[in-house]
């Protein structure tokens, strides 16, 4: 979702005035429904900025990605409400009804999930919250990629971004099977919000098959967004930018292939080079 702005360009030693396209940011809010001993209870648990558009696909990944739901099924629905607000005439809220409350601790969970678009760990109140609640490891084997599909992704990825080209300020995420297709996309301002979406309608479309299939990210990859991954048992991840060290140090625990800094004829792996055909 973009909007046309009127910005003044210097360009070949002159200025001149043009209208530019720019990716929009809004706070979404989003709150859990649920039961607790047959009453009824409605809490607010976090805001965070996003892109509008594919707003539930988000609201379904944060949710799984953060273990607050194990099964897309404990979601019953999932609603916009409020008014229509702001310069862009958006309703900026969520209602989720959940039918599994066993995870709801709303106090520690709201502690652990201040948030925004452009930050994962950091936005995070205490180190307590960085605990991988994920026990098994990803496939050590599979997926089998070739370095042309290694390199070729993060182009496919671009190519179907429908805002990028508009704006060059948004983030995305691919879910691609193993043979280089593209299964399903994302965008959005925030890299982690871009992939929580695409994670969430990947769920809610039962697209998800671990083992033949990888994910591409635009950017550099930190230890949230490589968190976010293994949640779906997905073994091998790509970056168009470098990874972080606790990125690294967390792929190796779970046996994840990490790729980063793919180009036009290079790219780096990081950890499991086993996933990689080199012959």
Request: glycine share 6%.
């Amino acid at each position: 979702m973009n909007f046309k702005y009127k910005v003044l360009k210097f360009k070949k030693n002159k200025f001149e005035n043009i209208d530019d396209l720019i990716s929009i940011e809004e706070p979404l809010e989003i709150s859990l429904k649920y039961k607790v001993q047959d009453q009824w209870l409605t809490n607010s648990l976090l805001i965070t900025m996003r892109t509008p558009g594919h707003d539930f696909d988000l609201v379904r990944g944060f949710l799984y990605n953060e273990q607050i739901i194990q099964n897309i099924n404990e979601i019953d629905n999932i609603e916009s409400f409020g008014d229509k607000v702001g310069k862009y005439n958006i309703q900026n809220k969520i209602l989720v009804t959940l039918n599994n409350s066993n995870n709801i601790n709303i106090s520690k969970i709201k502690r652990d999930f201040m948030t925004n678009s452009s930050c994962g760990v950091c936005g995070k109140s205490s180190l307590d919250a960085l605990e991988i609640i994920k026990k098994g490891k990803a496939s050590s084997s599979d997926p089998k990629l070739t370095k042309e599909i290694v390199i070729q992704s993060p182009t496919i990825l671009r190519n179907n971004q429908s805002e990028f080209s508009k704006t060059g300020g948004i983030h995305a995420s691919g879910l691609f099977s193993s043979d280089g297709k593209l299964v399903s996309l994302r965008e959005d301002v925030g890299r982690h919000n871009a992939l929580d979406k695409m994670i969430g309608n990947a769920l809610d479309e039962n697209l998800i098959k671990p083992k033949n299939q990888f994910i591409t990210c635009s950017g550099r990859l930190n230890f949230e967004l490589v968190q976010k991954v293994l949640m779906t048992n997905i073994g091998l991840m790509i970056g168009v930018g470098a990874p972080t060290s606790l990125a690294i140090d967390l792929a190796n625990k779970f046996d994840m292939t990490l790729i980063g800094f793919v180009k036009e004829d290079s790219f780096n792996i990081y950890t499991n080079n086993q996933k990689v055909i080199v012959d």
